[in-house]
Every structure is written in structure tokens, then in C-alpha cells.
């Protein structure tokens, strides 16, 4: 009777494609490779799987994030050697990673109370200064402001470019206010009103196209090259450009914010420029291009993780406020301990990843840092002005 039972389950037919009818094998039928899933289901498994596509919420997450953190070059030696089902895709992992890193850096850095103006606007209180001492030390008071910024954001992407480009916009308005000072002085007048920037200036002081202040109609940007329709573009991504950086002086928060909306997009596509400066750097190890490319996402993605935790660090002290304690210390420990490990990180990821002696491995991460540094500039940049367009 135990035979018969065995021979009947034996000869019960498979379940067969509802596309080819061919007797399915597994999740997706081998030969159309339509999935056995439709989307005629229960709506609840059906988010279930979207969260699992696209999160990956699963075990694979804590087998991933602790030796992406702690073990360089480990998930990428892991991938050649094929074990990739273990963990959560390179692609995804930094992707999801990079979206989360900056959206919790935009709760966490905070640009409220401090002034930054653009081109030579934006300080109220250096354009209302009446003699050169005062403009001196206001503009002292604005640079402290911005460089202690800088210093909180150093390890953020994006920031810096903005924040050195509203300190070079305080020296620039106060340069500008002590000449008119002067000349006021030297010909007896009485100093120019606040907010005056220049005598002979008119109009729109944001921007400036061919030696003269930008105006939709008077001084617009017109690049022979580009048919009018590419003009009228130009002319009012400069118009949202004046618009959001007064909102912006405003509050600089609306600034940052955009800023560091865009920097995930701009990570991305600095991503294959990385990924062929490794491919040149070591193009006699006769690796795939693809191969440099899951390095580069594997680094990148820890920069990320890196960047998360450091938030994390500075929202714990910030939350703390003012009250000195031992755990200020341990955590100001910790920023000071994750700043070093980064670079050390990447070192020791490229050594083990291409296994190159300590020499040569130590020249071409300088070169390839140096490289790479002015590419991320150039990127932070456009990522600033990308961001002043479109917040």
C-alpha cells in the first residue's frame, strides 16, 4: 500500500506555465521565463514583495551592513568568488543606502540663524555698517559662522562647495561696502545708505551675465549656439536661480535641503567615472570594467553608511545639549575615530581587492584620491547649482 502511495504522488502531473504549458520547475517557468506570480493575488502579499524587490528586508541585511562597515573589500571579494545570493546586491544596497544617508542629513544638519548671501548680497549687517571698523568685525562674525559649519558638515558632500561660496560672498560684500566707505569719506559725503552695494549698479544684483547685472529683458542670456526656445530655458532656470537664492538668504535651510536632495543623483553618476579611473589605474590586472564598478558601489556605500553613522553621532550630542558629560566625550571620540577609518577603509579595500604591494597601492589611491576629489568638487558644484534651480 506504501508503494502505491508512492507511485501515485509519483505520477501526480506538475503544475504547468499558464503561458507555454510547460510543466514549471521552480518560481518562473524555464522555458518562457514567465514568473509563477501574477499580480491577481492578495494585495498584501503583493506589497510584501515589493518591499522585499526593492529593500530587501530580509536576513541578507545584517550579513551585509556589518562587513560593508567593518571588513574592506570583503563583499566585493565575495562577489567575484560568486557567493552573491548571501547578500544584498551591490546596486541596491548603495542606492538605498545613499537615499537614506542624505535624507536623514537633512533633519540633522541645521543652517537656522546663519546668514549667507550670494555674489555680494545677502548680510544685512554688513550693509547696514557706517564705517570700516564695523564692517571688519561684522564680517568676522559671519566668516566664524560659516566656518563652523563648514566644520560640522565637512563629511558631507555638497555642503562645502555652498558654504565656501556664501564666505567668499561675505568678503565680497564687505569689500565692496569699505571702498564705498572710503569714497564716501575721501569726497566728503556722507555714508551711502544701507543695503547700497555699488553706485552704479541697477537692478538685479544675484547675477551677473557679460559684465553686467542679469535681467530677463534688458541683459538676458543668450547663447548664439542655442535656438530660442534653449534661451528662453536658460533665462528662467536664472530667474529661479535669483528667486531661491533669496529665499535662500532667507533660510539657509531651504538651501541645504536641496543641496542635499540632489547629491545621491550626483553620486551616481560619478560612480562609472570612478570605476574607469580604477579600470586605468590597474588595467594590467586585466579585470572586467564591471568588476571596478562593483568596487566602486561597495565604496561609495560605505561612505554612506559611514555619513549615517556620523549623523546618527551628531544628533545623540546634539540631544544631549549643552550638559557635559562623559558620553559628550565618548561620542566626539567616535566622530574623531570614524573620520580616520574612512580613509583608512578605502586603503585597505583597494590593497585587498587587487592585491597590489603597499607601494604602489599607496600611489595610486593618492592619485586616484586626488583625481577624484576635483571630480567631486566639479560634481558638488553642479550639485549645489542644480539644486538652486530646481528647489
Request: hydrophobic residues 45%.
Amino acid at each position: 500500500m506504501g508503494s502505491e502511495m508512492t507511485n501515485n504522488s509519483a505520477a501526480a502531473p506538475r503544475p504547468t506555465c499558464q503561458n507555454c504549458g510547460v510543466p514549471l520547475l521552480g518560481e518562473h517557468c524555464h522555458a518562457c521565463g514567465q514568473p509563477v506570480k501574477g499580480l491577481v493575488r492578495h494585495f498584501s502579499s503583493i506589497i510584501g514583495d515589493f518591499l522585499d524587490s526593492v529593500f530587501n528586508i530580509d536576513a541578507r541585511v545584517f550579513r551585509t551592513l556589518w562587513p560593508l562597515f567593518a571588513k574592506p573589500g570583503y563583499l566585493s571579494l565575495e562577489y567575484f568568488a560568486g557567493h552573491r545570493i548571501r547578500y544584498v546586491s551591490p546596486v541596491r544596497l548603495f542606492v538605498f543606502l545613499s537615499i537614506v544617508t542624505f535624507f536623514v542629513a537633512q533633519l540633522s544638519v541645521d543652517f537656522s540663524g546663519m546668514k549667507v548671501g550670494f555674489n555680494g548680497a545677502g548680510d544685512e549687517a554688513i550693509a547696514k555698517a557706517t564705517t570700516v571698523a564695523e564692517v571688519n568685525a561684522r564680517r568676522g562674525v559671519a566668516v566664524k559662522e560659516l566656518e563652523k559649519a563648514k566644520r560640522e558638515t565637512e563629511d558631507t558632500p555638497g555642503v562645502s562647495v555652498g558654504l565656501d561660496a556664501a564666505m567668499a560672498a561675505i568678503n565680497t560684500q564687505a569689500d565692496r561696502r569699505i571702498k564705498m566707505l572710503e569714497e564716501a569719506s575721501r569726497a566728503g559725503r556722507a555714508p551711502p545708505p544701507p543695503g547700497v552695494t555699488s553706485e552704479e549698479e541697477e537692478g538685479d544684483q544675484d547675477i551677473s551675465f557679460n559684465g553686467k547685472p542679469w535681467d530677463p529683458v534688458k541683459n538676458p542670456v543668450n547663447v548664439s549656439w542655442l535656438p530660442d526656445a534653449g534661451n528662453r530655458k536658460l533665462n528662467d532656470m536664472a530667474g529661479h536661480f535669483r528667486d531661491n537664492v533669496r529665499r535662500g538668504e532667507k533660510d539657509p535651510n531651504l538651501i541645504k535641503d536641496a543641496v542635499l536632495s540632489t547629491v545621491p543623483t550626483a553620486l551616481i553618476l560619478m560612480l562609472p567615472l570612478f570605476a574607469l579611473m580604477l579600470k586605468i589605474a590597474y588595467a594590467f590586472k586585466r579585470r572586467l570594467y564591471m568588476e571596478h564598478l562593483i568596487v566602486a558601489l561597495h565604496s561609495h556605500a560605505f561612505l554612506c553608511l559611514a555619513l549615517l553613522v556620523l549623523f546618527g553621532l551628531m544628533a545623540l550630542q546634539d540631544s544631549l545639549g549643552a550638559i557635559a558629560s562623559p558620553l559628550h566625550s565618548l561620542i566626539k571620540l567616535g566622530e574623531v575615530a570614524l573620520g580616520i577609518w574612512m580613509p583608512l577603509y578605502l586603503l585597505i579595500m583597494q590593497k585587498r581587492v587587487y592585491g597590489q604591494g603597499w607601494i604602489m597601492t599607496l600611489l595610486k589611491y593618492c592619485v586616484l584620491g586626488v583625481c577624484y576629489s576635483v571630480l567631486l568638487s566639479i560634481g558638488a558644484a553642479f550639485t549645489m547649482l542644480a539644486g538652486l534651480v530646481w528647489m
